[in-house]
């Protein structure tokens, strides 16, 4: 094999490998449905939240620690304890997790949102207002 060769393959190599690793980085590791409804919309000892992020926070803890679910609710695996749900709220809380639109909603009313999880991130989407 020749030097320039053996250069070209091993820039296709490390090429793709370095894809890989930024496909790994935004794969979906899956995502679930949840009503935030007014119950989402206070903490635990009942002060009203004032943000998409504490409401859509809340409503983990509600499924999870306190068993307070909405008929549209569904479960996942990710923020069952209360570091994880803290995690949530800080990934919620970075641009891009949700649209202004998809805050004002969540914040005003009682939407149904998907909720789609990253390893390092996490996007809301209104299903249905």
């Known amino acids: 094999m020749t ?3 053996a250069i ?3 820039g296709l190599v490390a090429a793709t490998a370095l894809g890989a690793g930024t496909a790994r980085a935004d794969d979906m590791l899956g995502s ?3 009503r935030i409804s007014d119950r989402d919309h206070r903490a635990s000892d009942g002060y009203p ?4 992020a504490q409401m859509v926070r809340q409503d983990r803890a509600n499924w999870h620690k306190f068993h307070r679910r909405d008929s549209d609710d569904q479960g996942d695996p990710w ?3 209360d570091g994880s749900r803290a995690d949530l709220q ?3 809380e970075r ?4 649209s202004s639109a998809t805050r004002r909603a969540i914040v005003n009313g009682e939407p149904l949102i998907e909720v789609d999880v990253y390893s390092d991130a996490v996007r809301v989407s209104i299903v249905e207002d």
């Open 32 to 34: 679930y449905v949840a």
């Open 3 to 5: 030097v320039s060769k």
């Open 79 to 81: 923020f069952r304890s």
């Open 8 to 10: 070209a393959v091993a």
């Open 49 to 52: 939240l004032s943000s998409a």
């Open 95 to 98: 641009g891009g997790a949700m």
């Open 90 to 92: 800080r990934m919620l």
